[in-house]
Nanobody, 124 residues
C-alpha cells in the first residue's frame, strides 16, 4: 500500500505562485510515474501534469503549459507542482497520484493510488 500526502495548497492572488508537494510513504515503488490532477465541484477529475520515474519525461495539460512545472525528488519520494501565473480558473482541489508503472499517463484510470487532495483558491 502506498500513501500520498499533498501539502502546499491555500489562497493565492491571480498572477501569484504556489508550490504543491506530494510525499509518498509506505510500500513505495522505485518505478512509479506520478501525476497531478484537479477537480472542481460537479466536474470530473482532470489531468494537470505527470512525470516519469526518471523525471526525464513530463506531460502537461494545454491549459497549464508554460505556467506549471512538475518535478520530483526520488531520494525524498516527493513530487512537486510549481504553479506560476495563477488564474482564477485554476481554483480547484489538487490531487497527487501514483501508478505502478514508470510510464507517464494522463488518464485517471491508470493511476493506482491517490492522495486526499489539497484545495487551491485563486482570487481575482
Amino acid at each position: 500500500q502506498v500513501q500520498l500526502a499533498e501539502s502546499g495548497g491555500g489562497l493565492v492572488q491571480a498572477g501569484g505562485s504556489l508550490r504543491l508537494s506530494c510525499a509518498a510513504s509506505g510500500r513505495t515503488s522505485s518505478g512509479s510515474a506520478m501525476g497531478w490532477f484537479l477537480q472542481v465541484p460537479g466536474k470530473e477529475r482532470e489531468f494537470v501534469a505527470a512525470i516519469s520515474w526518471s523525471g526525464r519525461t513530463t506531460y502537461y495539460a494545454d491549459s497549464v503549459k508554460g505556467r506549471f512545472t512538475i518535478s520530483r525528488d526520488n531520494a525524498k519520494t516527493t513530487v512537486y507542482l510549481q504553479m506560476n501565473s495563477r488564474k482564477p480558473e485554476d481554483t480547484a482541489v489538487y490531487y497527487c497520484a501514483a501508478r505502478w508503472s514508470s510510464v507517464v499517463s494522463k488518464e485517471t484510470s491508470e493511476y493506482d493510488y491517490w492522495g486526499q487532495g489539497t484545495p487551491v483558491t485563486v482570487s481575482s
